[in-house]
């Protein structure tokens, strides 16, 4: 059994003292004049209170031996009951016993309603202990299942926020293989690009939630970097306030919806791709009009709004909003509210 600490074991000591007076008060509420039978009466009661706190204490700890709070409440509480009720009589009879033979005292003044009297009290009191134990363990095992709920939680984010880099990487070797046939010396400045965006990306995906105005920072280096390959047939109009730029959301969600775009839509010269991105309350929005090219079967790879949906699903009450009415895509994110 565990040794209690220093503090516990006075707060103890205090409430066993408290409950030895009034018990002692109760037994005999017509004796306070004789102050020789309230101290001896008080250091009956005290050693009985003694006695029954730390030896049910000792029997409760046995029956955690055998049954758990948090795997067999029922059978642990109704054991308690029991371990309690049992012991309490024993140790009471145990008590009589003594001082009746070795110190020649009467603890019950012959009245068996004494005896019944602090059985009874003793084992409400000890019910109010159950209780207690049974609150502190139901509240340990909620923090225990809420923090493996949070170790879940953070290791499926971790796994989504794994796929974001993979899922850019993919993209952009997939655009530098297409500019090796187009346009050799595009290539180049491609990967020269390709570089310093990369880096700007790693370190994006570090954090969960970042600033608006840094995703739209890491967001401009990979539109220069698209305006390479695409130059006048693509243009992403970014209209957000200097407000809205100071909350969070998601690392490279923005990013990951301009490539939603560009993978899916025609961009020519007679069909230019244009992007809006603006805030609309505590929204922002990613639209553009719907010029749908043929997707090669092997190229159907994207994660991009699956992986957004199952991060704001983590992080955020307000799903993201999809709208697409046969002219325009649009897409809608929610801006964060952090507490």
Request: with cysteine; hydrophobic share 45%.
């Amino acid at each position: 059994m565990r040794k209690p600490s220093k503090s516990k074991l006075w707060k103890e000591l205090l409430v066993i003292f408290l409950l030895s007076s009034i018990m002692a008060y109760l037994m005999c509420i017509n004796c306070s004049q004789s102050w020789e039978y309230v101290w001896k009466r008080f250091g009956i009661t005290l050693i009985i209170w003694l006695v029954m706190w730390y030896g049910n204490t000792f029997v409760s700890h046995l029956i955690d031996q055998v049954y758990s709070w948090l795997k067999d409440t029922v059978k642990r509480f109704l054991l308690g009951i029991v371990g309690a009720a049992v012991y309490s009589a024993l140790a009471m009879l145990a008590l009589i016993w003594f001082f009746r033979f070795s110190m020649n005292i009467d603890i019950t003044d012959n009245n068996p309603k004494t005896i019944y009297f602090t059985i009874v009290l003793s084992i409400l009191v000890l019910m109010v202990m159950l209780a207690k134990e049974f609150l502190f363990s139901w509240r340990a095992l909620a923090l225990q299942e809420e923090k493996m709920k949070n170790e879940v939680l953070a290791s499926k984010f971790e796994l989504l926020k794994s796929q974001v880099n993979p899922h850019f990487m993919f993209n952009s070797l997939n655009t530098l293989t297409s500019l090796i046939y187009q346009n050799q010396d595009l290539a180049a400045r491609y990967v020269g690009q390709l570089s310093r965006v990369y880096r700007s990306v790693l370190s994006s995906g570090k954090n969960e939630i970042v600033t608006i105005e840094e995703e739209l920072k890491v967001l401009e280096s990979y539109i220069y970097l698209q305006s390479i390959r695409f130059e006048d047939r693509l243009r992403v109009d970014i209209n957000i306030s200097e407000d809205i730029r100071k909350k969070h959301i998601p690392p490279m969600v923005l990013q990951m919806l301009i490539e939603n775009c560009i993978k899916h839509n025609e961009i020519t010269e007679e069909n230019p791709l244009i992007i809006e991105v603006f805030g609309e309350g505590e929204m922002i929005c990613v639209k553009n009009k719907i010029s749908e090219k043929q997707v090669l079967p092997g190229d159907n790879s994207s994660i991009g709004l699956s992986n957004i949906e199952a991060r704001y699903e983590m992080l955020s009450d307000i799903p993201i909003e999809v709208i697409n009415n046969g002219k325009q895509f649009i897409v809608k994110i929610p801006i964060l509210i952090l507490e």
